[in-house]
């Protein structure tokens, strides 16, 4: 059954959701109070870089069933209303509901009997609960629908997602059978249960993730200090189908929007609550360590010792983005890394294929051409992991270099291609590795 849709926000997580509810036919109406962007969006103009974002837009806007507007009050006749607005981290690490605050009571004023109002983006556990409160109505039912995108992949994630979770309280109710049908083209399995299990299974699944990573992080470091291959480590734990493939890879440390964002909340919640998570603080502190690492490991490639200074050393980076498929640079592993280094002298030039500057910082100097960020580099440092990189011309870039010495912190590169083409690779977890031999 089509229904009318209203959206409140038309971020990544809004936009993404608007466009995917109207390609499964229903009506959908996107509020935003950034009038630049709803006019840019009637006009189908879509800023964010998702893959197939833009032609979902483009059908909506044609077949008429996907409306922009700044105007509230045009979501009057909405059946369901998913807030998709930024929760940003505020103090100390806790989630600012500033912006939820302000505008969950202006909906409550405005939204016709029986409207269920969806929190889709994260939010702290307890929020859909406080809904009804904010709305200062009894007759609108909430739900809490909390959303699992990966930017790169958001519209392939919302349209075949793993799983939906809808909770309710009661769980199942009338408000959550109606969420649950949006979602019946995806043939996903549907976890219907309290708002509080729904919203702290996103930041426990984004936790986890965490854990994950710095799980392998650590061992690469033994893998190092072991003389073993975290590839192979890492490839035989993940066909443990208990244990699973996916995030398994090594790299500079764990960024983006989201894991920094949610492990803090969590923790915050956590502590709040009288419970010590220990193992998600540890999480967090391998994660800077990680990052000092890869400092290290430059350091000792480029002067023989890992705590010399880096003064006056060119050298060339490689990615920028906190991964591959995107040119975000939110909470980027790769930026810590490039403020480090400049911190420790280094002159920096870097390349990323989808960043074509660094705001609010003169430490890194942004080149559209790959192979100009080796030019009398003492050394390269790969820090996201672009499948492009593996195809440069390394025997090109080793001869403009002053010293053909790449630090590979994803483990993106072939070695033994590389030996061939003159480089020397320094890999994470392999035997040649970020460990410094002093
Ligand atoms: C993450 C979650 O994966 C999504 O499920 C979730 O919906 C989203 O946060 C969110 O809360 O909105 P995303 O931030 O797009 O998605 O990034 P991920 O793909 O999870 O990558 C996170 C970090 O882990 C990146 O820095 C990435 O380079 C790193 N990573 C990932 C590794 O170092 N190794 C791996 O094997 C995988």
Redesign the pocket.
Known sequence: MAEHIGIVGAGYVGLTSAACFARLGHRVTCVDTDESKVDELRRGVVSIAEPGLAELVAQGLGDGTLTFTTAQAELHGAGLVFLCLPTPPGEGGRPDLGVLERVVPQLGRLLRPGCVVVTKS?VPVGTAARLPGLLGRGDLPVAANP??????HAVEDFLHPDRVVVGTDPPGSAAAVRVARLYEPAGAPVVTTDSASAELAKYA??AF?AVK?SYVNVLAELCELFGADVREVARTMGLDARIGP????P?PG??????PK?TSALLHAAEAAGVDFGILRDAVRVNARQRARVVRAVRQAVTGSAASSLAGARIGLLGLA??AGTGDLRDS?ALAVAEDLARAGAELTAHDPAVARVPGTSAVQVVDDPYLVAKDAAALVVLTEWPEFRDLDWARLAASAARPIVVDTRNLLDPVALAAAGVTHIGVGTRRSLTPFE
Request: charged share 25%; hydrophobic share 40%.
């Open positions: 994260t959303e699992f995108l990966r930017e790169g699944s984004n993730l990573l996916e995030f398994l890879a790299g764990w960024g983006g929007s989201c894991l949610d906190f991964k592993p």
